[in-house]
């Protein structure tokens, strides 16, 4: 379990960290990209943190790669890149710093580091984990391919380098379909996502089978909750992440990766929007789009926010916790992510 109270003593011996009015208003112009949804007290507690961790970047030539789930304060104020885990995968390709701090989980970094095995890959919290991912072992994947012989399997990212080294390719929430119907075979295997698979399923043309595996935040999404908010309020545009049971993401009028939504309701403007995924999405695109009243509920996925400000300028600092993947796995996983790339890139997605 992490030592908060190590950390903090750690924390407090380099840095400054009380809460600074002055240097929050000097860092005004990164303030107001997150006014709407954190308060002047906050963003005074926050600055210090943003300040050190920025110039740390610098000293540590390292680079912020953060999902759309993380918090304002790190998308917005500490962040080098942004993104869902499609673009994540391929910006993790691209960058030129020696080091990568991911702003997200587990899986994620470990992503990360099968792409750059050269690169020092630090997540600030190792038990940042994922309940799909924990779903499923390699085990799991030889279980469906002796029941489907002959089927391709394709693992959503969201698993362990390991199930990614048994499997053929994989997917992400914003190429799952393209990806499935790319493959030859009538009959695919997708895991460890059940509901991901049965939404793939119902527009696809091949017979999907999957693992049972869900998503703690998207699995506790009902369709009659959504029915009974939009007969209350008749103007409201939904719009649900694909982890979601299939019978929610028919109530929506949108579904798509974390990165679809965002563009989404950008291009749309809605009045008023319910996004069914994880609360920190409308907290990060609030700013830009004052012109959208985003509805509650949402739901909180434990695991994003256990990377949080100071844990990642102790990262930083201390440059832990480093993610290493065993070279033979990494070196078989690469291939099922490249795949994916690769696809991903031809089909323009
Ligand atoms: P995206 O690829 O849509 O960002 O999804 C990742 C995730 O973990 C959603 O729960
Ligand atoms: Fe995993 Fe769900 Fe959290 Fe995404 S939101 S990291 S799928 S538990």
């Known amino acids: 379990m992490f030592d908060l109270v190590s950390m903090r003593a750690g924390l407090a011996e380099h840095y400054d960290l009380a809460p600074n009015p002055e240097l929050a208003a000097s860092m005004a112009d990164l303030y107001a990209r997150m006014d709407r949804v954190v308060s002047p007290a906050d963003w005074a507690i926050a600055a210090p943190y943003v300040a050190a961790i920025n110039a ?6 390292a680079v ?55 690169k020092t890959v630090l997540i600030p919290d190792v038990a ?25 399997v394709v693992s959503y990212v969201n698993t362990t380098a390991e199930v990614k080294a048994a499997s053929d390719i994989c997917c992400t929430s914003s190429n799952a379909l393209q990806i499935v119907n790319a493959m030859e075979s009538d009959t695919v295997i997708m895991t460890p996502d059940q509901y991901l698979a049965q939404n793939v399923a119902n527009e696809s043309h091949k017979n999907v ?10 699995e506790e999404y009902k369709a009659e909750d959504l029915r009974a908010y939009r007969e209350m309020v008749p103007d409201v545009k939904i719009i649900a992440h694909p982890e979601c049971p299939p019978s929610v ?9 974390t990165s679809g939504i965002i563009k989404w309701v950008r291009d749309n403007k809605p009045a008023k929007a319910m996004l069914v995924t994880e609360c920190s999405m409308a907290s990060n695109i609030a ?17 994003m926010k ?8 102790w990262s930083l600092h201390t440059m832990t916790e480093e993610v290493f993947v065993d070279p ?22």
């Open 56 to 61: 740390l970047k610098k000293e540590r030539d």
């Open 128 to 152: 940042a984990g994922c309940s799909l991912a924990e779903s499923i072992t390699a085990a799991g994947i030889e279980e469906m391919r002796a029941k489907y012989p002959g089927a391709p």
């Open 249 to 257: 993401v028919a109530e929506a009028d949108y579904s798509g990766s």
């Open 328 to 349: 033979e796995v990494s070196d078989k996983a690469r291939l099922a992510v490249q795949r994916m790339i690769d696809l991903s890139v031809k089909l323009g997605i």
């Open 287 to 303: 700013d830009s789009l004052p012109e959208v009243d985003f509805a509650k509920p949402c739901n909180m996925c434990p695991y």
């Open 64 to 118: 912020i790669l953060a999902h759309n789930y993380m918090t304002p304060d790190i998308y917005h104020g500490v962040a080098d890149f942004v993104g869902d885990s499609l673009q994540l995968a391929i910006k993790a390709t691209e960058v030129k710093e020696k080091v990568i701090v991911q702003g997200g989980v587990h899986f994620m970094a470990e992503t990360s580091k099968i792409l750059n095995p050269e």
């Open 209 to 218: 089978v999957y693992w049972p595996g869900s998503c703690i935040v998207h």
């Open 306 to 313: 256990k990377i949080t400000l100071e844990k990642v300028l």
